[in-house]
């Protein structure tokens, strides 16, 4: 059976420091700090999946972002990610949201084909964007509301 996702909060973040840092290469770990703060962000919100990933956006107006992402590497390729967003993207419509956005590093084929998957468009490039320097894509998707 696969769990519920559990929206996440501040009381959260040692929990989802501990994925991004399982999750992502050394020079782009978020610490627990961050997280928090990113997750108390007006407009803030996100879900975790008890498997072993979790999101987290916020929303703006009409407009929301994908802060970050993240999924245990053994957890991988069960649904988790592809569940996360959608999820996610659901929750932005249902704040108003008709636009979602999300910074993706070039070379990570299997994160841009999810999010190709779930409908983003490649829309600009962030020269030089990560730590190491490599460069990021940015992506969109048009939401649709609830019911709409």
């Known amino acids: ?22 999750a992502f290469p050394p020079d782009e770990v978020w610490s627990a700090t961050v997280l ?8 803030g919100f996100g879900l975790m999946d008890p498997r072993g990933g979790f999101v987290l ?4 107006m009409d407009e929301s972002e994908i802060l970050t992402i993240g999924v245990v590497p053994q957890a991988r390729r069960l649904g988790i990610g592809a ?8 929750e932005a419509a249902s704040m ?25 468009q490649e829309v600009g490039l962030r020269k030089r964007y990560y ?16 019911g709409g």
Request: hydrophobic share 50%; no cysteine.
């Open 57 to 60: 956006a916020r929303t703006i």
């Open 83 to 90: 569940r996360l967003l959608r999820a996610v993207m659901t």
């Open 1 to 22: 059976m696969i769990p519920p996702l559990v929206p996440v909060s501040t009381s959260h973040a040692e929990v989802m420091g501990h994925i991004h840092e399982a």
């Open 131 to 146: 730590p190491n320097g490599d460069d990021a894509l940015v992506m969109r998707v048009a939401l649709t509301s609830p």
């Open 96 to 120: 108003a949201a008709t636009t979602m956005f999300l910074e993706v590093a070039t070379h990570n084929g299997a994160a841009r084909a999810l999010y190709a998957g779930l409908g983003f």
């Open 36 to 43: 928090a703060l990113h997750a108390g962000l007006p407009g």
